[in-house]
């Protein structure tokens, strides 16, 4: 399951390194360690004294030192965050997300909401993977209400999920090559995110944050005009892929910085709660699809891809992998798809009984899962939703140290956040 | 906002547990909890894919830990540290869902926090993770995680005094303080007077208050 | 009266080069524009005038319009001396660029060295942006603009000094001739055609080692705090250097204004001129046109790749390409 | 083993291949993306099973809107035409061709409020003092109003939301409350309910009724303008239903024959003052 590797601290060897050319170059050795706090307004902040250990530790700054804030407006950083970057001239020494700059406080939200209103405030979450956040909902209300959708439901469900993932992968690909200055990509990735989200504009009427997914099924059925367009995305899909594949797989710039780059292994993954495509390139092959299975996927064949090297490669090749994966699972879907209701029958009144219900999915960033709380009454009474980027995020402090500014955005973009979610 | 107007129910309506036999997906890590942590027995909840236990706020570090580290039960993998507030006068909850390979049923820990005095300890030390989970949950709920060496405020800003989803937070947050600041006077039922309302009535609906006989 | 007709005839040229700067930049920006557009599968600017054939020029009056906005704690005097700087070096180097026959605006011996020096100073240029403006990002970016173009500035020359030594020369104009005589020069230097055009990448900043503006991690590097026609003209210095580097690498290894053929024969006079503008430009823009090619494909090299390629890679070939030639110069006497 | 620059040169084949591919850009303004039929993404109002429009024009949704982008007009239960934005498009909406522009018939309806009404400014600010300037007075304000002027003059209510500084479309929005009328009557005016509970216990029937009876459709008025037959989403809680309104009584539950009766009957005992306008009784 795990692989304990042994990896040198990147910032060990930095500091050999830089130690023996100051003393080639006849430079006394820079001072470590004691050095001074350098408070807030270093990063353009009103002083304040720090809260916590570590927020005093990535705060005081030795001799040639300083920090960098990347964000909440910059280039490559996903959506607006800040990283609070102490460099050493271009070597990263630590790194601090700072938060909250999308928060929007969706729980609260959802608890004020009714349990059918609910679908439309998750969307917004993880806006890449919009039927993912409301897949765990759907699955967690029925748990609650005691109802199954009908299997066509589930089946168009796990059709659109995979569609979505399509898409989102896709769009990592791109993000991944833009973050390193490779414009290409971006573009042939959005021409298949295009393609994917007109065709579930097709079933659902938005492009964007669907609101499709309703307690105890979809809400539409399939139509001519989504079957034709799906067809025909389906044709061309893999060349689409394909054509950013060429432009970055076997490039020696792109090979050069991304292999051996922030590697992940197994036992820190699971640790710091990395799960999906990352943790799987870490070589743990944890998929809920597998391993906790929910809506049709007993019934799909399909295997869990893993990749040994944990680095930023990996996870780019893993997401290639999975998606290619995903539209094999839409072949299977589309094949096997039978007949009858997308929408059980739902009481009137829609109230659940007391109780707890948790429900997790794959979404294309990880475990995205939904704990909700029925207090008897129209709406939640505690609707709590795990991100998978939240997470993940924690991963880039620990693997940053030693590492140059530009393989910061690198790294951040192999594990392919989404401030939506991140912030909630 | 919590609704003020509608009553919610106490934690033991809330908390109050289904005596169901044990479906088969979990019967199996029932039968172990029961073997392994006995104290627990009471506790005990199953739904078809989750099995349930409650502790003391204070146990969690080694329950979570004995629940990872045993080679039967090996839950390896946090899935999720959410916190439940159950209302003034009731207590916190911080619940870990667990996953492990060897059971196809999620893990639910239940622990109880003291409302008054909101304190349990971290469990960064398991899983280091949990991090962002634990401060999640005292930017949001004012939970204080002994031990956590980074525990300061995640989404609000630094100088952010009070906690969004306590079950107690008004919208806006200074509302509990001042009589109106930001809210519709016609929303504040406190501000409402009854008596004033019996006078100013709807015209129509009493009969006999027109011109007509 | 000689006196007279001399700065007479140095103004006019001085001015015609400055003035010429802007048309190239421009459709050097344009040829950006579409062709990345173009293998991007997008259409790219189509709007403005036949084709969008005027998107970078209406680019050009936007800078003028906008507002110039100074920093508050930049240093005033060097932050306006910078953009200067940088767009004089590239502006400069435009006096010994051998267009056509008769169409050299400085026809001196040591023109090869000239445009070395000249084209180097870009880089004070970069610096001093990078230290007025009171940022970070353009701090750093400022010093890997130094680190960078100091390294590379290295084989950049020692591959030049390859095609010196062979054609025993450093006026551009006697080294086409010789060109005419013996053969391009990218038949007898081919390693340091290679060195050149990667050298000369990296000099000018363009991808894939554009650390300098590296959007996605220094926002714009040196020049984040620019606005209006001071970003303008680095944005114009960087197009035209693309230009010249071009153009500098026809003449040097692919024979200037010569024909591919020898059909029709050299012409004579104003003729000439124009056949020999009409191909310099041909395969200078050819150039540019694989720049853009590979801006639109590659990613980004690191900082420290970039430098161990230049000190690892780059000069120890450059040196071994310098020893061949010159031994084999001497061998063959040539 | 790889051959240094083989990647790099396989990416430009796929980029320089491009260069001559066909485009996929959509040019915009010419070329008109085809929407799906589901296509949810342009404002449209939602029809109830009866095939009336569910926005009640409550204005709820643009009092919250926070950038104020909602501007939007409609008519009211009573037919009256109602609306919200900024004052000075008023006027504008008053313009014919406003009128064709939302699609309307183009001369103006009958039932514009007026802004020229005369109001007693004294006696109503002695109202208001009287209900002590709340909230929750404006019923009692409205009655008071409406008691003296048989409606509601929008200047009375322009200046009840200046005196007792509630936001306009509060005032507007609780105006809109079954019972009070937004224009003058010169008669009569009979109000049938609407609501589902009515329809279902055979409102319908008594709505056809009635407009049998006094030979003018809904919404209209008859000749003499002595009666008007209009409609109501909340005459009575539907404890009472099917209900109608005469004037300010409310009668229910009716059958359609004896809803016909009663009115005959009011025609009958005639020459009713018409009560509007001359009601100058002390509040």
């Known amino acids: 399951m795990t692989s304990e590797l042994r990896i040198p601290d990147p910032l060990e060897l930095e500091a050999a390194e830089e130690g023996r050319l100051r003393a080639v170059a006849g430079l006394p050795p820079l001072k470590r360690g004691g050095g001074e706090y350098a408070g807030f307004e270093s990063v353009g902040l009103p002083d304040r004294p720090p809260q916590t250990e570590r927020e005093r530790e990535v705060y005081t700054l030795d001799e040639g030192e300083m920090l960098v804030n990347m964000g909440p407006q910059h280039p490559s950083t ?239 090749l893993q997401r290639v992998a999975e998606l290619k994966q995903s539209i094999h699972l839409i072949d299977q879907i589309v094949d096997k798809m039978p007949h009858g209701p997308v929408q059980a029958q739902v009481p009137g009144i829609i109230r659940p009984r007391p109780g707890r219900a948790y429900a997790a999915v794959e979404s294309p960033r990880g475990l995205y899962s939904v704990y909700a709380i029925s207090d008897g009454g129209p709406n939640p009474y505690r609707f709590r939703m795990r991100d998978p980027s939240f997470v993940s995020l924690q991963a880039l402090p620990k693997l940053m140290p030693g590492r140059l500014i530009a393989d910061t955005m690198a790294v951040m973009a192999s594990f392919d956040p989404v401030m939506g979610g991140v912030d909630k | 906002m919590a609704d003020v107007r509608r009553p919610r129910p106490t934690a033991e309506q809330l908390g109050r547990r289904r005596t169901l036999s044990a479906p088969a997906k979990a019967g199996a890590l029932v039968r172990l909890l029961l073997d392994r942590f006995p104290g627990l027995a009471s506790t005990i909840w199953t739904d078809d894919d989750t099995v349930e236990v409650q502790i003391d706020g204070a146990g969690n570090v080694a329950l979570l830990g004995d629940l990872r580290d045993d080679p039967e039960l090996h839950f390896w993998f946090l899935a999720d540290a959410a916190a439940v507030d159950y209302g003034v006068g009731e207590r916190f909850e911080v619940v870990y869902h667990l996953y492990s390979d060897l059971h196809p049923a999620w893990l639910r820990v239940r622990a109880r926090v003291d409302r008054a005095d909101p304190h349990i300890p971290t469990i960064t030390g398991l899983w280091e993770g949990a991090n962002f989970h634990e401060r999640e949950m005292y930017d949001m709920m004012g939970i204080l995680f002994d031990g956590n060496r980074d525990l300061r405020r995640i989404f609000m800003s630094p100088d952010y005094r009070s906690f969004p989803q306590r079950r107690d937070f008004l919208l806006p947050d200074d509302a509990a303080d001042s009589q109106a600041a930001g809210v519709n006077p016609l929303e504040r039922p406190e501000t409402w007077d009854l008596t004033r309302l019996e006078e100013s009535r709807a015209p129509g609906v009493m009969a006999g208050a027109g011109d007509e006989p | 009266m000689d006196l007279l007709f001399g700065i007479l005839r140095f103004l006019l040229a001085t001015t015609l080069l400055l003035l010429m700067t802007i048309p190239t930049a421009f459709v050097v920006i344009q040829m950006e524009l579409k062709v990345i557009a173009q293998m991007q599968l997008r259409y790219g600017p189509n709007r403005v005038g036949p084709w969008g054939m005027f998107q970078s020029t209406i680019h050009g009056f936007k800078f003028l319009a906008k507002e110039d906005h100074i920093p508050d704690q930049a240093d005033r005097a060097t932050f306006t001396l910078a953009p200067w700087m940088v767009y004089m070096a590239a502006a400069m180097s435009m006096l010994v660029m051998p267009f056509a026959p008769g169409a050299i605006a400085a026809d001196f011996n040591i023109g090869i060295v000239y445009f070395f020096a000249v084209i180097g100073l870009s880089v004070v240029g970069l610096l001093i942006a990078g230290w007025a403006s009171y940022n970070k990002y353009s701090l750093l970016g400022g010093l890997r603009s130094a680190a960078q173009m100091v390294s590379y500035e290295i084989p950049l020359t020692l591959s030049v000094v390859g095609v010196v030594v062979l054609g025993g020369t450093l006026n551009f104009r006697e080294l086409i001739a010789w060109q005419q005589l013996h053969g391009w020069m990218l038949i007898w230097q081919p390693v340091g055609l290679g060195i050149f055009y990667i050298a000369s990448l990296a000099e000018i900043n363009r991808t894939p080692f554009d650390m300098v503006e590296a959007d996605s991690e220094l926002v714009a590097g040196p020049f ?37 053929w020898p059909f029709p024969a050299q012409l004579e006079g104003f003729g000439g001129t124009l056949y020999g503008l009409l191909w310099f430009f041909l395969k200078s823009y050819m150039f540019v046109f694989v720049a853009v090619w590979l801006r639109a494909t590659l990613p980004r090299v690191r900082v420290d790749q970039l430098m161990g390629m230049a000190w690892k890679v780059l000069l120890p070939l450059a040196m071994l390409n310098l020893l061949v030639t010159a031994g084999a110069v001497l061998v063959f006497n040539l | ?254 059958t359609a024959v004896q809803a016909r009766h009663l009115v005959a009957e009011r025609r009958k005992s005639a020459a009713a003052p018409a009560r509007a306008r001359t009601a100058s009784r002390p509040s």
Request: net charge negative; with cysteine; hydrophobic share 45%.
């Open chain 1, 78 to 316: 996903h959506g607006v965050m800040r990283l609070v970057i102490k460099v050493r001239g271009e070597v990263v020494i630590d790194i601090d997300p700072v938060l909250g700059y999308l928060h929007r406080g969706i729980e609260k939200l959802c608890e004020n909401a009714t349990y059918t209103t609910v679908m439309t405030y998750v969307d917004p979450m993880d806006y890449l993977s919009a039927m993912h956040n409301e897949h765990a909902p759907a699955i967690a209300f029925e748990k609650l209400f005691g109802i199954k959708a009908p299997p066509r439901a589930e089946y168009i469900r796990a059709l659109v999920v995979e569609l979505n993932r399509v898409f989102s992968h896709g769009l990592m690909m791109g993000f991944l090559a833009l973050d390193m200055g490779g414009l290409t990509p971006i573009l042939y990735s959005f021409i298949n995110r295009d393609d994917v989200v007109d065709m579930l504009s097709a079933i659902s009427g938005q492009r964007m944050l669907f609101n499709f997914f309703r307690v105890g099924g979809v809400n539409f059925d399939t139509n001519d005009e989504f079957m034709s367009r799906l067809g025909t995305w389906r044709a061309g899909v893999l060349k689409t892929i394909e054509m950013s594949e060429r432009i970055l797989t076997d490039n020696e710039i792109f090979r050069g910085r991304t292999v051996g780059m922030g590697v992940l292994s197994g036992a820190q993954a699971i640790a710091l709660g990395v799960t999906g495509p990352s943790l799987r390139a870490s070589g743990v092959p944890f998929d809920v699809r597998k391993a906790h299975p929910y809506s049709i996927y007993p019934e799909l064949e399909f295997d869990v891809i893993t990749q040994a090297g944990g680095d930023v490669y990996s996870r780019y």
């Open chain 3, 224 to 260: 984040t705090e620019y606005s209006g026609m001071r970003f303008g003209f680095f944005f114009f210095a960087e197009y035209v250097a693309l230009f010249i580097m071009s153009g500098v690498m026809t003449a040097l290894f692919f024979g200037g204004w010569l024909a591919p």
């Open chain 4, 1 to 254: 083993m790889r051959i240094p620059g083989l990647g790099i040169l396989k990416g430009m084949r796929q980029t320089g291949r491009n260069f001559w591919a066909p485009k996929v850009t959509r040019q915009y303004p010419e070329e008109r993306p085809q929407m799906p039929d589901r296509w949810r993404g342009r404002l449209d109002l939602i029809y109830d099973p009866f095939g009336e429009h569910k926005c009640e024009v409550c204005f709820q949704c643009a009092q919250v809107c926070p950038v104020e982008a909602i501007d939007m007009s409609g008519f009211d239960s009573q037919g009256n035409r109602i609306r919200y934005g900024l004052p000075e498009i008023y006027e504008e909406r008053k313009d014919p061709n406003a009128y064709r522009r939302a699609g309307l018939p183009a001369e103006p309806m009958r039932n514009v409020a007026r802004w020229d009404e005369a109001i007693d400014t004294a006696w109503l600010g002695g109202v208001i003092d009287g209900f002590g300037a709340r909230p929750e007075a404006l019923i009692g304000i409205f009655s008071a109003v409406q008691e003296r002027y048989g409606y509601l003059p929008e200047r009375a209510l322009r200046l009840i939301s200046d005196t007792m500084v509630i936001h306009w479309a509060q005032v507007f929005g609780a105006a809109g409350l079954g019972g009070f009328r937004l224009l003058p009557t010169e008669g009569h005016l009979v109000t049938v309910c609407r609501c589902a509970a009515c329809r279902f216990a055979g409102g319908d029937a008594l709505l056809s009724a009635l407009s049998d009876e006094l030979g003018i459709a809904p919404g209209e008025t008859s000749n003499d303008g002595a009666w008007s037959l209009e409609t109501s989403d909340e005459v009575a809680a539907g404890a009472i239903a099917p209900a109608i309104r005469i004037d300010t009584m409310i009668y229910g539950p009716l």
